[in-house]
């Protein structure tokens, strides 16, 4: 069956890595995002078709200038429609909202809401756009529950649809492209914080993810366009780019942040808080009743590349909003050294352990977020985080075998 489909998707697929002289804009000549090579090519790829853009606040070029408005203001561009995910294209919802369908101000482009359609509902949200090629230009973190990447597989489920090309303009992946790390998607806990089994860090850019779902995961491949970045390697974080850092999300305010999210997200399916509501969400972990005693438990591991400090902090929304609880902060000293999933992991285990109201939330939200029930089982009987990480081994060595016939760089 694969071997078929691979096929399909060669004929279907057609891969650009655009070489040309970058736009003035670019800081390095050897390094250039999808969106520069598109840019310097003239926009080649794009050429006689009605354009839609699939983009939110990060897509943007070095000089901050957003990538649509940059296109509107081309005549080599025809673009018509831009299609917003969670929080929006211009970014002004929190988490689990959207901006709805709108006019935009600045440029008088119908803004389309993507926001928890797929399939047809969505297919039909394209034809009535009337665009010819759907271009998404997303900057991802790196983790499965991240969900602009299954706004991005649902684009190219609908594009297919709807009959529409597709062009994935690529980005750093901003916590590296190493090896997949954390475990496997079951297919019966798919939700829009994981529609298909890749790793929980998939260490991917959205190009590679692209691919992978067309050849993996789509019924049908749509015809796929990517626009790679120049002098991107696996090994570099996203401060080798000097790039800007636009917060994807309201709660994604830094690359740091992003670094421990594959990880510390998972609180998310807890009773404690995962930082939300204050300055550093994800890297501030705590709960009423916390105290000195979980740093010290999860030092005591000696978890590579990273130091826990002992933090007091007040929430100003979500969990224990305007209390002061204790926990954590979580402190990386030695990025390549750094697992952000065995880190998460082995808070989870230390915080059941120091503190005596742990819970999970009602929902089993944990499950959602790590994709079957076994870490929340295995926690809670006492399994040690080793033997947690040791327990997805099998399935994370068969998603690296199929994950390696989709990168694109070195």
């Known amino acids: 069956m694969r071997l078929s489909r691979r096929t399909l998707l060669a004929a279907a ?5 655009l070489t040309s002289a970058p736009p003035a804009q670019a800081a390095h000549p050897h390094r250039r995002t999808g969106f520069e090579n598109l ?9 006689g078709e009605r354009i839609g853009v699939v983009t ?12 649509v408005d940059v296109m509107h203001t081309d005549p080599r561009v025809d673009l018509t429609a831009v299609f917003g995910p969670e929080h929006g294209f211009r970014g002004t919802a929190q988490a689990g909202g959207s901006e709805g369908r709108y006019d935009d101000p600045a440029t008088g482009l119908p803004v389309y809401d993507t926001y928890l359609k797929s399939g047809r509902p969505l297919a039909d949200i394209f034809t009535a756009s009337s665009v010819d090629t759907i271009v998404f230009d997303i900057q991802d973190v790196g983790a499965r529950f991240y969900t602009y990447i299954w706004t991005l597989y649902d684009c190219m489920e609908a ?11 690529d980005r750093p992946n901003p916590v590296t492209g190493r090896a997949a790390q954390g475990p496997v998607l079951h297919r019966e806990f798919a939700t829009f914080v994981g529609r298909q089994p890749i790793s929980q860090a998939h260490g991917m850019t959205v190009a590679e993810l692209a691919r992978l779902c067309n050849g993996e995961f789509l019924t049908s491949p749509v015809p796929l366009d990517t626009v790679l970045m120049t002098g991107w390697r696996r090994s570099e974080f996203y401060d080798a780019w000097n790039l800007p850092w636009v917060p994807p ?3 994604m305010p830094t690359p740091d942040t992003a670094l421990v999210y594959s990880g510390t997200c998972l609180f998310e399916g807890t009773n404690l808080s995962e930082g939300r509501g204050t ?9 009423e009743g916390l105290d000195g005693r979980w740093a010290a438990a999860v030092n005591e591991l000696g978890l590579p590349g990273v130091h826990f400090r002992e933090a007091y902090f007040a929430p100003t929304f979500s969990k224990f909003q305007g209390k002061t609880v204790g926990g954590v902060q979580i402190h990386v000293h030695d990025r390549s050294a750094y697992d952000p999933v065995r880190t998460g992991i082995a808070l989870l285990v230390t915080a059941k352990k120091a503190w005596s109201d742990f819970g999970w939330r009602a929902d089993n939200w944990i499950d959602k977020l790590t994709g079957s029930t076994r870490v929340r089982t295995m926690i809670d009987a006492g399994a040690g985080a080793d033997e947690v ?13 199929i994950r390696k016939d989709y990168l694109l760089y070195g």
């Open 13 to 17: 697929t057609a891969t650009a890595s």
């Open 39 to 47: 840019a310097a090519s003239g926009y080649a790829q794009l050429d």
């Open 56 to 67: 939110n606040p990060t897509g943007v070029t070095r000089d901050v200038q957003h990538i």
């Open 159 to 169: 594009a297919q649809l709807a009959g529409k090309r597709f062009v994935v303009l």
């Open 249 to 251: 999300s309201p709660n």
């Open 279 to 287: 300055t550093r969400p994800f890297e501030l972990l705590g709960a």
């Open 389 to 401: 990480v040791a327990g997805w081994r099998e399935e994370l060595t068969a998603f690296r075998r």
